[in-house]
């Protein structure tokens, strides 16, 4: 059985709080299955976000696995909260610059390089949706519907081009593919592997 990682998508006052966990899968190259996908009821307090969040990583197969949540915003209040419920998360706050920087465990990684952990998987074929989860649509739907904007600087904005359209699945499901693959010191064994392979072939493909 490949590791897990549990990516967390804290909602804002529009968007919900989403869940996305990857199971890595043995193999050359490695690949990852989303086995499940969540969205806490809209509005939701922060002490139920928790619980949620806690109930999850009570299940047995996930004894271990890591946790990735966004920091961004009203994220800290709850970085603390699953700490004090006994979790073990790892802070991610997205920003805008253009490299990864870490201080105490916490990370800040530039959006673009969330949202390319994910399209990485998703391009090369290494990354398994299972039809059958309730929210598999709606991630598919996201993940089509996002769109990268280059400003008017030469800078680059991430988001949902439809009005009322959300990104919060896309953003769950990016950060536990950017932890799993590209997070440094954390990157999953047979992913690390790859990657240093990919690197002496030249580049991943």
């Known amino acids: 059985m490949g590791d897990f990682t549990v990516g967390v998508d804290l909602g804002q006052s529009c968007d919900s709080t989403a869940v996305a966990i990857l199971q890595e899968q043995q193999g050359t190259p490695p690949t990852f299955d989303c086995v499940h996908l969540e969205r806490v009821p809209l509005g939701a307090s922060y002490p139920a976000v928790v619980q949620r969040v806690w109930q999850i990583m009570q299940h047995p197969t996930l004894r271990g696995a890591a946790l990735a949540i966004d920091s ?70 996201e993940l089509l519907n996002f769109q990268i904007k280059i400003t008017v600087n030469g800078g680059d904005q991430y988001g949902a081009w439809r009005s009322g359209t959300h990104d919060d699945m896309v953003l769950a499901l990016s950060l536990a593919a950017w932890y799993a693959t590209a997070a440094p010191g954390h990157i999953s064994g047979g992913w690390q592997r790859f990657a240093q392979a990919a690197m002496v072939r030249g580049g991943v493909r």
């Not at 673009?112 to 598999?136: C, F, N, T, Y």
């Open 72 to 141: 961004t915003g009203v994220g800290r209040p709850i970085f603390d909260l699953l700490q004090q419920a006994g979790l073990s998360p790892t802070a991610i706050t997205i920003t805008s610059g253009n490299e990864v920087t870490e201080k105490d465990g916490r990370y800040g990684v530039p959006k673009r390089d969330l949202i390319g952990a994910a399209q990485i998987l998703v391009q090369s074929h290494r990354l398994r949706i299972a039809k059958s989860l309730p929210e598999a649509e709606t991630l598919i739907k």
